[in-house]
């Protein structure tokens, strides 16, 4: 729709009355209602050249906007996909440093084995990652994910797996408890992962070490926790809120001084929000923090009975 604004030339001098008419693009009609009433005209000959040339300009407009709204979704994307890199990325150097410390002293052939296989495993989740960033390059589609049944007890232990590199080169003891039975969500596999990475890459990063990071996973009739506790440096009450905003960078170091880009949790909430969970914060000033991600249980779960609490006999990593 296009609004063209006429002059009333037949009004008394010094005085002129103005009216906009809305005229659809492309249909020909007289807007005016006596010779020389309108600035132009939409007549049967066609549009004025100043009317085609407003079209023109206002469509140029669309597309710009467009362009620069597309423009910083992916700078956004790429942002995000940079952060999210740098969690398998630590857990690689810790296991290279758990491996050199290895060779240095008595070469464990079957260790060095294990730290082989969780380098693997690290490099497969960036591979992963790059993959769905280039798969949403080449669709154009920044916000499409694909959630299918997932138990949630697997994504946990893979990420713990992930995580014990970097978790033993600070000397934390990483502890994992799992339900007895599955518990299945509804997710997107590599976005759940991200969660993970970033609530467990956290709990390393501002534990100081030797610290106790305990990653749990349990359900109730509706929903499936993943919780992700530690006795770290702990988060002041007045900034619970601000930690889940992009546009807010909270100034915190890691204990060893580990930088940090202040998009982790704004990315993780966003996650959980797309696959239509929460992510919720108990915290205390120098006694550690909690992260709990809420999602909703698939239909796989909500057939099965009973309440699912943690297997107290799963294992620890220290």
Known sequence: MFIITEADTENKPGSMKKRKRNIPYGKESDVSTAPGKSFYRISEDGPSPVYQLLKQMEELAGRHKKMEQEAKARKRVLSLTAHDLMSPINAISGYLDLMKFSLDTEADVD??????????????????????????????????????????????????????????????????????????VSADLPRLKRILFNLISNSIKYTPRGGGITVRVTSDDANAMVSVQDNGLGIPKDSFQDIFKAETKLHYSGTENESSSGL???????????????????????????????????????????????????????
């Not at 990652?129 to 920044?142: P, W």
């Not at 929460?278 to 698939?298: A, C, D, V």
């Open 111 to 184: 260790q060095i084995r294990r730290y082989r296989d969780k380098i693997k495993n690290g490099i497969n989740d960036i591979t992963n990652i790059v993959q769905q960033l280039r798969e949403m390059s080449k669709h154009e589609d920044l916000h499409d994910f694909m959630p299918l049944d997932v138990d949630l007890n697997w994504v946990v232990r893979d990420a713990c797996d992930v995580m014990e590199g970097a978790a033993l080169a600070k000397e934390h003891e990483l502890e994992c408890l799992l339900t007895p039975q599955p518990v299945y």
């Open 264 to 318: 982790g949790l704004y990315i993780s909430a966003h996650f959980a929000k797309q696959m239509k969970g929460r992510i919720t914060l108990e915290s205390e000033l120098r006694k550690g923090s909690s992260f709990t991600l809420h999602l909703p249980l698939s239909d796989s779960s909500s057939s099965q009975n009973g309440h699912s609490k943690p297997d107290e006999s799963s294992s620890s990593v220290s």
